[in-house]
């Protein structure tokens, strides 16, 4: 489920904007940006590793989180692509078992942000309703729009967290869970989606 069907404290009325930083924030983001590859990235990264190993290569996982030398990630979270013909309920069922399991899922994190009231609506800022009013921004009718991959990916995408706080136990557990309900709502053989 994404953050859009939880309810409107997570809709966005307005276009943010918050890209101003004080000289406060600055000095402070500045300092922490010093310990930033040693503080949590390291276990995100361990957490987000081992889940790619386990999963990687199961049935029902079409796509797992890109991590490669020339594209190293961070691990915010990893949403893994799922071959959601093969089973015989919705993600959003799938993701809510997973749960129930003890370990928190969601399905895609955001879902399609296009679709949000703010940019159908149009709700910018300022004397330009910015950006959508700004002589040099290209025209766009939120209303109209459909991104295929975006929509394709939101049915698809499943989010397992990598908390720095999560240890490989957790991880364990997180694989443990994924592949109790994998194989009691896995009713189908592969499509051959890429």
């Not at 987000?48 to 989180?65: F, N, S, T, Y």
């Amino acid at each position: 489920m994404g953050l859009m069907e939880l309810g409107p404290e997570y809709i966005h009325r307005r276009v943010g904007f918050n890209y101003r930083l004080t000289e406060m924030q600055s000095a402070i983001g500045i300092s922490e940006l010093a310990r930033l590859d040693s503080w949590n990235l390291p276990r995100r990264r361990a957490n987000g590793r081992q889940l790619i190993e386990a999963l990687k290569d199961h049935p029902l996982v079409i796509h797992a989180p890109v991590d490669t030398t020339e594209r190293e990630n961070a691990f915010w979270w990893a949403p893994f692509v799922l071959d959601v013909e093969q089973l015989s309920v919705p993600l959003t069922d799938f993701a809510a078992a997973m749960t129930a399991e003890g370990m928190p899922f969601t399905a895609v994190q955001l879902g399609e942000m296009y679709r949000e009231r703010l940019f159908v609506e149009r709700k910018g800022f300022g004397k330009l309703n910015y950006p959508f009013d700004d002589p040099n921004a290209t025209p766009i009718d939120y209303s109209r729009t459909s991104c295929a991959t975006a929509h394709w990916l939101s049915a698809r995408t499943l989010t397992l967290y990598t908390h720095p706080v999560y240890t490989e136990r957790h991880m364990q557990q997180y694989i443990i869970a994924f592949e109790k309900v994998a194989a009691a709502f896995r009713t189908k053989t592969p499509t051959s989606i890429s």
